[in-house]
């Protein structure tokens, strides 16, 4: 089984801010999606940022110019960069990650897994 573990939220006045953490950890052979997405109170989850395997990013048009998304393949882990904050970024922020990894069966199988949730509030 993959796991996830995020962090990095925190409270935030408007135009600060924050950095978000993800580590995948498990019997973990090929990562290839990690992705950001958010969930604002009495909203639907939504997409924020994601990165390939090739480094290749896709943002919501929301974020662009404020957020980066980044990745460390050497420790299966991905970070958002959120800077110049607004108090509509207020929101649970998930990882999503997707790849491949051994089951306990030891066969290989793709994998979906999300992360607990990290609350991130941007408030004066």
């Known amino acids: 089984q993959v796991q996830l573990v995020d962090s990095g939220g925190g409270l935030v006045q408007p135009g600060g801010s924050l950095r978000l953490s993800c580590a995948a950890s498990g019997r973990i052979v090929r990562i290839t999606v990690m992705e950001w997405h958010r969930q604002a109170p009495g909203k639907q989850r939504e997409f924020v940022a994601a990165?390939?395997?090739?480094?290749?990013?896709n943002y919501a048009d929301s974020v662009k110019g404020r957020f980066t998304i980044s990745r460390d393949n050497a420790k299966n882990t991905v970070y958002l960069q959120m800077n110049s904050l607004k108090p509509e970024d207020t929101a649970v922020y998930y990882c999503?990650?997707?790849?491949?990894?051994?089951?306990?069966?030891?066969?290989?199988?793709?994998?979906?897994?999300w992360g607990q949730g990290t609350q991130v509030t941007v408030s004066s």
């Open positions: 990165v390939a395997s090739n480094s290749r990013t």
């Open positions: 999503h990650v997707q790849g491949v990894a051994f089951s306990v069966d030891t066969t290989v199988r793709s994998f979906d897994a």
